[in-house]
């Protein structure tokens, strides 16, 4: 069947390509989003895993999107999307005594010198104080295509900030988060808690130009980050009712087969119901290597780097919540940093480039049915656990055959922490690589898309002459976490990304 001509199709529904949808839409285009899976939001989506029990499938905490504006501006209050803060964020419950990070800088450097004392407090504020300019930077650059010009423009602030030291501003950027933490903090305990922090993106905490990740601390000190109440999925939801709002059309279950691009009569998106939908633009949100095999450019689908894999994730059903023999107020509201030290983050990456998993990773645990009780019933608790670092390509057998071995592994580190918890779980949902790929179409189980490291940010994100949002087929754009400003729940690249679409459609107009 073909259907009426469109201004833009928009392939996949993940929270960026809605965020552009509904900007689309409100700017007077003809907008359809096409998405394969049943449910929308791809990685910010929330399911009943078991009986009145409903489970984020990817992402949990909203950091970045909370440093916009969209909520405001796009009214998502009113299409059912209400945030809990999660403040405290962090807590490291060790029995040596918990500490505990909180949006309020004076409180978690209380908590800090309770346990290793004033100098590592006085150590975190100054590291927080010196990241949090660069880090309204980063978010600030991460709102516009990453030309020259706009980086230069949200650079004027920092250079004001940083005068006096501009000449050693470089080398603070590209600078190894480890070195710089190791820097900054003489304490082992802090140095594992900054460093486990710094690779949540996926490089290691060694890597050259990480740095900036663990600087972006940072942010959960200018604002809490947020859970959406009802579920991850729930922003995902709100941006599709908003989109249905302003008249776009939304079709799941039918994802797309091919796209077609034709400077002269314009593009098409055919899909696996076998519609053809022909448009005046297409805009890909799905990742940028299907978008490539979509397209038939094989040249770009294997030049993209998406890496081997990053963690795994434990979706726990409980009739319990971890119980550390050290609580700290607030512990279940917090991400729980279960980490030993800077050499246990260094074997996991070890083990990873052998190919193996992680033996003793370093974890993170979110208790999200503590703080919102409509996750699941009285006496269940969702208990989510993140490790890394966990290679897609496993040197022995595959992940079918080690998934409940390696689970087995992740429980133990929680049990070592927590003790007791084992005997509260009734069901486990385990998400290795291989999972994310099936089920989310994260390649490789890169929950970023592809590599966020130095060859593939900015300008170069996913690849040269992709970038900014446009590609070199006529017609066809792209957003979410593999472009610029890269993975994690934003919005930003959608956003960014159709300001470009909206004004090459209206250029083409003329
Ligand atoms: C387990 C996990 C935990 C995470 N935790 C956090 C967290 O706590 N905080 C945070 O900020 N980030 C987190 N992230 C990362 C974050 O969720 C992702 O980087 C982000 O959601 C990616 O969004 P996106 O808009 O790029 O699209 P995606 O979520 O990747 O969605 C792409 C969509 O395209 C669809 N699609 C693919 N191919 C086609 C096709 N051919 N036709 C139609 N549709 C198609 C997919 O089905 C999907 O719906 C996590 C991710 C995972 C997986």
């Not at 302003?246 to 119901?273: M, P």
């Not at 509201?333 to 983050?345: C, N, R």
């Not at 040269?464 to 890269?486: D, M, V």
């Amino acid at each position: 069947m073909i259907s009426g001509r469109r201004d833009v199709v928009i392939v996949g529904a993940g929270h960026n390509a809605l965020v552009a949808a509904c900007y689309l839409a409100r700017a007077g285009f003809d907008v359809e989003v096409i998405e394969r899976d049943s449910v929308v939001g791809g990685a910010v989506s929330t399911v009943e895993r078991w009986p009145g029990v409903r489970v984020d499938r990817g992402s949990s905490i909203h950091v970045m999107v909370r440093h916009t504006d969209l909520m405001a501006d796009l009214e998502l209050a009113k299409f059912g999307l209400e945030y809990d803060d999660v403040d405290p964020w962090a807590v490291w419950p060790h029995r040596d005594g918990a500490i505990r990070l909180a949006t309020n800088l004076d409180d978690s450097c209380h908590s800090i010198a309770s346990v290793c004392g004033e100098a590592e407090a006085e150590a975190y504020r100054s590291f927080i104080e010196t990241w949090t300019p660069r880090t309204r930077w980063f978010l600030g650059a991460g709102r516009r295509p990453p030309t020259v010009w706009n980086l230069a423009r949200s650079a004027v602030g920092l250079a004001r900030h940083e005068r006096g030291h501009l000449a050693a501003l470089p080398q603070s950027f590209l600078e190894p988060a480890e070195s710089a933490i190791a820097r900054t903090f003489a304490d082992h305990r802090m140095r594992a808690l900054v460093g486990w922090w710094a690779a949540q993106s996926g490089p290691p905490p060694h890597a050259v130009g990480t740095a900036p990740i663990a600087g972006s601390m940072a942010m959960f000190h200018l604002r809490p980050p947020g859970r959406p109440r009802g579920g991850s999925g729930k922003l995902s939801e709100a941006l599709a009712a908003r989109f249905a709002s302003y008249g776009g059309k939304l079709r799941t279950d039918d994802g797309a087969t091919r796209i077609t691009s034709d400077s002269g009569s314009g593009c098409a998106v055919v899909t696996s119901a076998g519609d053809r939908i022909p448009s005046r633009m297409v805009l890909a949100g799905c990742h940028v290597v299907e978008t490539a095999r979509l397209l038939g450019d094989e040249k770009a689908r294997r030049s993209v780097r998406v890496g081997d894999g990053l963690g795994m994730v434990l979706r726990l059903l409980c009739d319990d919540l971890p119980r550390y023999p050290v609580a700290a107020d607030g512990t279940h509201t917090a991400m729980q940093f279960l980490v030993d030290s800077p050499a246990q983050i260094r074997a996991a990456y070890g083990d990873f480039l052998r190919g193996e998993p992680a033996a003793d990773p370093p974890l993170i645990v979110m208790t999200p049915s503590a703080t919102d009780r409509s996750l699941a019933p009285q006496g269940r608790h969702v208990v989510t656990v993140w490790a890394q670092w966990h290679p897609r390509q496993l040197r022995q057998g595959d992940w079918d055959q080690r998934r409940d071995q390696v689970a087995d592994t992740v429980v133990g580190g929680v049990e070592r922490w927590a003790p007791g918890f084992t005997g509260s779980i009734i069901d486990r949902f385990v998400q290795t690589p291989l999972d994310l790929e099936r089920e989310l179409g994260l390649l490789s189980g890169n929950v970023m898309h592809v590599e966020s490291e130095l060859d593939a940010l900015f300008a170069l994100r996913p690849l040269p002459g992709w970038s900014g949002y446009r590609t070199p087929h006529p017609g066809i754009y792209i957003c979410g976490a593999s472009t610029h400003p890269g993975g994690g729940v934003w919005g930003a690249s959608g956003r960014a990304a159709a300001d470009v679409v909206i004004h090459d459609l209206r250029q083409k107009r003329r």
